[in-house]
């Protein structure tokens, strides 16, 4: 590709109004008050499927459906000379969660094709900008599952779990939205990882970091792999409240144990100099049995366990089960750790991240280097051995919440980078 015009800066500046549009049309369709709610599979994420590719229409860009129901939008280069560039992230939000979380990305996707159409730049290799489906672990328990489906990396049994709204399992939800699950079943990517040049992200960061920094983007380095257990049971024995301690086989008592033997530990490995972080989202006793003069003899908890490195998750794999097994011997209850879902850490390609920075420099953008506190698509791209890379944009009051607060302007910056870096190549 050409080296860009000195119009590219203004071209990407004149795409704003598009994107805040674009941003103003997918909080509109998942409006939830007080939050926004795009459920995977469901009428919010269906709705914003269809604002994008009309976005894409208008830019003169090819739409397609895959197997897994993921758009592509596919801007095609006139004599290709190189592997596809694809720029994507997801539409589906959590329930009651922000406007940012994903779409940002996918609207950021078409914002850099409209300004280096704008500016006159030729492509020298296709560009797709992606939708992927239900990144949000929320809706089957099993998050990323667009870009798992499109790469063959769906843990077995997937497509058997239940959306947890409609009751549908995730093979009969992905066929009402156009896709074909039994091409899922067989195991196979959807798209070869050889034969794809690069995946980008623009994705809202998801701590205060670049807050801290005072800076409009980050360039990620790494994103954690994941260890989730959805539903861990711990089973004792109801009980009395007035049984004495060395009776009892309190279950509550035991969740709260576990749970703070997991922070203990969690602490232990960031003071030796492994980020990672465990997070509890469910927590509690049975609804229909609990009472104040019982004690429960039933608890139930979701795990997150995340780290930067596939090995240090593995080893915490490992130091769970421990954590578990001393924790059930010392209160004499029984955990369960249930099924569970496992995602690799992704490892951004070393020449992107350079690539990035240069581009940013250019432009005179603040970027740091940071790693990313959150999971996204990119982890299964760069599994997959496809080169890899993500942009991280400025996002006040974190992420999964509806006071999300990144700026537009802030965006306009990490589409500028993406833009310079893609006429650059």
């Known amino acids: 590709m050409a080296l860009p015009s000195l119009g590219l800066r203004d071209a990407v500046a004149a795409q704003a109004p598009l994107v805040q549009r674009l941003l103003d049309e997918v909080a509109r369709v998942g409006a939830d008050p007080p939050g926004i709610t795009r459920e995977a599979f469901g009428p919010g994420e269906n709705a914003a499927f269809a604002l994008v590719a009309e976005a894409g ?4 860009l090819a739409a397609s459906t895959d197997a897994a129901a993921n758009l592509s939008l596919r801007w095609a280069a006139r004599e290709p000379a190189g592997k596809p560039l694809l720029i994507g992230s997801h539409l589906d939000s959590i329930a009651q969660g922000g406007n940012f979380d994903g779409a940002a990305g996918v609207i950021a996707g078409l914002g850099a094709v409209a300004a280096l159409q704008a500016a006159g730049i030729t492509p020298r290799r296709d560009i797709e900008v992606l939708a992927l489906r239900c990144e949000e672990a929320v809706w089957f328990g099993l998050g990323l599952v667009g870009s798992r489906g499109m790469l063959a990396r769906l843990p077995p049994g997937a497509l058997d779990l239940p959306h947890a709204r409609t009751g549908l399992n995730l093979a009969q939800s992905i066929a009402a939205c156009g896709g074909d699950p039994a091409r899922l079943r067989a195991g196979l990517p959807l798209r070869d990882p050889r034969e794809i040049g690069a995946y980008l992200e623009i994705h809202i960061e998801q701590a205060p970091q670049l807050i801290e920094a005072g800076a409009p983007l980050g360039i990620c380095l790494a994103t954690p792999g994941n260890l989730r257990h959805p539903r861990i049971r711990i089973l004792g024995e109801d009980a009395h409240t007035g049984l004495p301690h060395r009776f009892r086989r309190d279950a509550a008592m035991a969740g709260a144990d576990f749970a703070l033997a997991l922070e203990r530990f969690w602490l232990a490995e960031e003071d030796a100099g492994y980020p990672m972080a465990v997070t509890i989202g469910r927590f509690h006793t049975l609804p229909d049995r609990h009472s104040m003069t019982v004690v429960p003899g039933d608890f139930t908890l979701s795990l997150d366990l995340r780290a930067y490195d596939a090995g240090h998750l593995q080893a915490l794999e490992a130091q769970l089960g421990a954590i578990a097994a ?14 569970r879902s496992w995602a690799a850490p992704g490892i951004m390609d070393a ?12 432009l005179g953008v603040a970027a740091p280097r940071l790693n990313s506190p959150g999971s996204h698509d990119a982890n299964n791209f760069a599994a997959a051995g496809v080169p890899t890379g993500m942009l991280l944009v400025r ?13 537009t302007a802030d965006l306009m910056e990490a589409i500028a980078v993406l833009a310079e870096w893609i006429a650059a190549g």
């Not at 996002?395 to 700026?407: I, Y």
Request: aromatic share 0%.
């Open 57 to 60: 229409a208008a830019l003169g």
């Open 326 to 339: 001393e924790v059930a011997e010392r209160r004499h209850v029984t955990i369960v750790l249930g099924e």
């Open 351 to 362: 020449a992107i991240v350079e690539g990035l920075a240069g581009a940013a420099a250019r």
């Open 395 to 407: 996002n006040a009051n974190g992420s999964h919440n509806p006071r999300e607060a990144m700026e």
